[in-house]
C-alpha cells in the first residue's frame, strides 16, 4: 500500500502515513472508488462522504420526519407553503453563519440546474423561496405535493454550502470549497488514493467521538480482504451503489478471526434488474422475454448460496413493508419450463439443434452490465447467464464501472441491468417519480404498451392530497410495471458493515446511502 500525501504536503516532514488504522482512534474504510466532487447540489460525489459533511433541514428516520437543521416547520392549509423555523446556534465549517439567506441561496442554486434535478419531483413544484426573518425562511410550492419533507431529507441535492464556495452565485458549474454544517469536514483529499475526514468540533450537535474517518481506495474483493487482515483498513460498508466490496465468505473469515463485527440493517431495498422496454431492436423489448427472463432465475438459490441467506427472495418491486406497496400482484417464481413455454407461444424457436432460440431469422441474445466492483454482482450475472442458457437465450455479461453503468441508464444505451430501488426513505414515491426521468427509468417504462397510462397516474399520486386515492394510484402503478416485467426483483437488500469488534453504537439511516459516524465511537 501507498504511504499517501497531499500535493500541498509532499515534503518528507509532512508526509502522513495511511497505511495503517489506528484502531482506537480512527476509521479508515474501504472504498472502491475516490469520493469524487462533493458538490452536493450534482451527483458525482460520494453519498456516504457528503452525508459527514451536509445536512437538510429535516431528517428522515424510522419513526417519520424529525428535526434536523429546522426545529420545526408549518404547513399552510392548501399544502403549498412550508415554513420552517432554523437553528440559531448553526454555522458552515469555514465560520459562516447558517440563516434563511443560506437556505435562500442553495435551494435557489438547485433549482437554477432544474434539468440535472428533474428526477425529484419537487424540483418541479418550488414556485419560490422567501426570507421571512434570519431565521425564519418559507418555500412557496406550485402545487400541493406530499413526498414535499420526504425528498428536502434526502442526501442530496437539498442540502447546503457555505454561500462562499459558490462560483458566481451559482453551484451548477462547481463550487470552490466543500463546506457543510454536518459533523465532519474534508480535511485532505489525494484523488483515487484517499480522502480524510476530521470532527468538526463545533458541531451545533455536539463533536463526535470519532475525530478522523479516512476513505482509502481499494479494489474490492481480495485487496480489500487483505488490507482488512494487515489493519491498512478498518472499516467496510455497501456502498451508494449497493456493491459490497467483499463476498459473504470473506466477510464471515473476518468474524471468525475475532478481531472484527458484522451489523447489518434491516432490509432497505430491491435488488434487481432492469429491462429497457424501449430497445425496440432488442428482443429485450418484447414483455413475453422479460417475463421468460423472470421466470428462468432461481432467487432461491441466489438468496442461500450467494448472499448466505443474509439477503431474502424479493418477488416484486417493493417489499409489502413499504408504504403503498402491499399490493396483490401475480407471482413469478422459478420456472424453466414455464419460461420456455412463454418464449414458444411468441415464436421464439430453437431450430436444428441450435442452442440460441431465433425468431423471424433474429437471434434471442442480450447483455447484461453489472457494478465491476461488486462481487455479488458479478457471481449472480455469471449465475444468471448459465440459467438463459438453459431456455435458448443467449446472454453476453459485462462488468463496467458504476458511473458508466449509470450513464447506461440515463441514456438507455443498455439491455439489462443490475440496480437497486433508493431505500426505505425514499420509496415509493422517488423510485417511481424515476420512471418519467430520462436520468433515471425512463427508457425502463415508455416502450410499454401502458407507458401514457402510467404517467399520468405517476402525475396524479404526486399531488394527490387524498389517501384513499393514492393507495389506489400506486397500486394500478405497481400493477402496471409487474404485469409489464420491467423491473425483475432479485433479493432484498440490506446495508453490511465489517468493523473492529471495539467499535460501539453502529446504526443505521433510513436513506441507505449514508452512515452515522458522529453516533459512534470506540469502547
Same mark, same amino acid.
Request: aromatic share 8%.
Given at each position: ?209 470519532? #475525530? *478522523?474517518?479516512?476513505?482509502? !481506495?481499494?479494489? =474490492?474483493? @481480495? ?6 487482515? &494487515?489493519? $491498512? ?96 400482484? #401475480? *407471482?413469478?417464481?422459478?420456472? !424453466?419450463?414455464? =419460461?420456455? @413455454? ?6 421464439? &424457436?430453437? $431450430? ?97 404498451? *401502458? ?73
Amino acid at each position: 500500500m501507498l504511504v499517501a500525501c497531499s500535493a500541498e504536503n509532499s515534503s518528507s516532514e509532512k508526509k502522513e502515513d495511511h497505511t495503517a488504522a489506528n484502531s482506537e482512534s480512527e476509521l479508515i474504510y474501504a472504498s472502491a472508488k475516490d469520493i469524487n466532487d462533493l458538490n452536493p447540489h450534482l451527483y458525482t460525489g460520494s453519498m456516504p462522504a457528503q452525508g459527514m459533511i451536509y445536512e437538510s433541514l429535516v431528517e428522515n428516520t424510522e419513526d417519520g420526519i424529525k428535526p434536523l437543521l429546522a426545529e420545526t416547520w408549518e404547513v399552510s392549509e392548501d399544502g403549498k407553503v412550508y415554513t420552517f423555523l432554523l437553528r440559531k446556534d448553526v454555522k458552515f465549517h469555514d465560520g459562516e453563519p447558517f440563516n434563511a439567506e443560506a437556505v435562500k441561496k442553495n435551494i435557489e442554486a438547485v433549482q437554477n440546474n432544474a434539468e440535472k434535478h428533474s428526477w425529484i419531483k419537487l424540483s418541479s413544484k418550488i414556485k419560490s423561496v422567501n426570507v421571512i426573518d434570519e431565521h425564519t425562511v418559507e418555500i412557496v410550492l406550485s402545487d400541493a405535493y406530499y413526498p414535499t419533507l420526504v425528498e428536502l431529507s434526502m442526501t442530496r441535492p437539498y442540502v447546503f454550502i457555505s454561500p462562499k464556495d459558490f462560483k458566481n452565485g451559482e453551484t451548477k458549474d462547481g463550487v470552490n470549497g466543500f463546506n457543510g454544517t454536518g459533523p465532519y469536514k474534508l480535511s485532505e483529499h489525494k484523488i483515487d488514493e484517499f480522502a480524510t475526514f476530521t470532527a468538526n468540533e463545533d458541531y451545533w450537535n455536539g463533536a463526535p467521538t470519532i #475525530k *478522523k474517518i479516512t476513505s482509502k !481506495v481499494l479494489p =474490492a474483493g @481480495e485487496t480489500t480482504l487483505l488490507a482488512l487482515q &494487515k489493519s $491498512e483498513v478498518n472499516f467496510v460498508f455497501t456502498d451508494d451503489r449497493g456493491a459490497d466490496s467483499l463476498n459473504v465468505e470473506a466477510m464471515n473469515q473476518l468474524e471468525d478471526s475475532g478481531d472484527y463485527q458484522i451489523v447489518r440493517s434491516e432490509p432497505m431495498n430491491t435488488k434487481l434488474i432492469v429491462a429497457n422496454s424501449s430497445r425496440a431492436d432488442n428482443p429485450i423489448s418484447e414483455t413475453a422475454v422479460r417475463e421468460a427472463v423472470w421466470y428462468s432465475i432461481d432467487r432461491k438459490t441466489i438468496s442461500k448460496d450467494i448472499f448466505n441467506d443474509t439477503e431474502t427472495v424479493a418477488n416484486t418491486l417493493f417489499s409489502p413493508n413499504v408504504n403503498y406497496a402491499d399490493v396483490d400482484l #401475480k *407471482k413469478r417464481d422459478y420456472d !424453466v419450463e414455464k =419460461a420456455k @413455454e412463454i418464449l414458444e407461444q411468441n415464436g421464439w &424457436k430453437i $431450430e436444428n439443434g441450435e442452442d440460441v432460440r431465433t425468431k423471424d431469422g433474429k437471434e434471442l441474445a442480450m447483455k447484461l452490465y453489472y457494478d465491476s466492483n461488486s462481487a455479488s454482482q458479478k457471481t449472480q450475472a455469471e449465475f444468471i447467464q448459465a440459467s438463459l442458457t438453459e431456455i435458448g437465450v443467449q446472454l453476453e455479461i459485462i462488468g463496467e464501472e458504476s458511473t458508466s453503468i449509470a450513464n447506461r441508464r440515463s441514456t438507455g444505451d443498455y439491455d439489462l441491468l443490475f440496480n437497486q430501488t433508493w431505500g426505505l426513505a425514499y420509496d415509493p414515491q422517488s423510485t417511481i417519480a424515476a420512471f418519467t426521468s430520462e436520468a433515471s427509468y425512463l427508457h425502463t417504462t415508455k416502450g410499454i404498451d *401502458k407507458a401514457d397510462e402510467l404517467y399520468n397516474k405517476i402525475e396524479q399520486v404526486m399531488v394527490s392530497t387524498d389517501e384513499q386515492t393514492r393507495k389506489k394510484l400506486y397500486a394500478d402503478i405497481l400493477t402496471i410495471v409487474h404485469d409489464e416485467a420491467v423491473f425483475i426483483p432479485i433479493t432484498n437488500g440490506s446495508v453490511t458493515v465489517v468493523a473492529p469488534k471495539n467499535v460501539n453504537d453502529i446504526s443505521f439511516k433510513q436513506t441507505q446511502f449514508e452512515l452515522p459516524f458522529e453516533l459512534m465511537n470506540f469502547k
